[in-house]
């Protein structure tokens, strides 16, 4: 079983909050839009990261994390990019990149709203953990925690971590 932190769109802000759910995962993905790469030293040693860049990122961040990942874990396989859209409207091109990959779970940031949802016609969870930022027009910061376990997302659940601007 692995334990996973699912945050996005921190736009160069790291709350102490969040650090604190980050310290009981094994696992950390950021769905892009990190903002200021240094506040990824704040992060807990020890875990493993996934990362991926937005359309906010620079080149140091690009330099250093590519734009989208694709990953297997305990059989279930991940597809992460940060302009994902929602089903079924999803971003130009998405849909077609999700039937080519052939994920279980598509992951995303960009809008700022936290959404989960089983895209039937696609096969595929969708997963967008909002924003623990305190840039956008979202009013609660929010991120993901849940676990993969022999091919199962199992204890998924929504951590509102305050209002933006709090």
């Known amino acids: 079983m692995i334990k996973i932190a699912l945050i996005s769109d921190s736009h160069g802000y790291l709350a102490l909050s969040v650090l604190e759910y980050l310290k009981e995962v094994d696992e950390i993905w950021h769905a892009g839009d990190i903002g200021e790469v240094e506040i990824l030293n704040s992060l807990p040693s020890g875990k493993k990261l996934r990362i991926i860049t937005g359309n906010i990122d620079d080149n ?8 989208e990942q694709i990953f297997e874990i305990e059989g279930v396989k991940i597809f992460m990019l940060h302009i994902g859209g929602k089903p079924p409207g999803y971003a130009k091109g998405v849909k077609n990149r999700i ?4 994920p279980n779970l598509f992951v995303c940031g960009h809008s700022h709203i936290c959404k989960v949802e089983f895209d039937k016609n696609l096969n ?10 305190q840039q956008g027009f979202h009013v609660m910061r929010t991120m993901l925690l849940f676990e993969i376990d022999n091919g199962k997302i199992k204890n998924l659940r929504v951590v509102e971590l305050g209002k933006r601007g709090k």
Request: hydrophobic fraction near 35%; glycine fraction near 10%; charged fraction near 20%.
């Open 60 to 67: 140091q961040a690009r330099m250093l994390y590519p734009e």
């Open 99 to 102: 039937r080519s990959i052939e």
């Open 124 to 133: 595929c969870l969708y997963m967008n953990p909002g924003a623990i930022g």
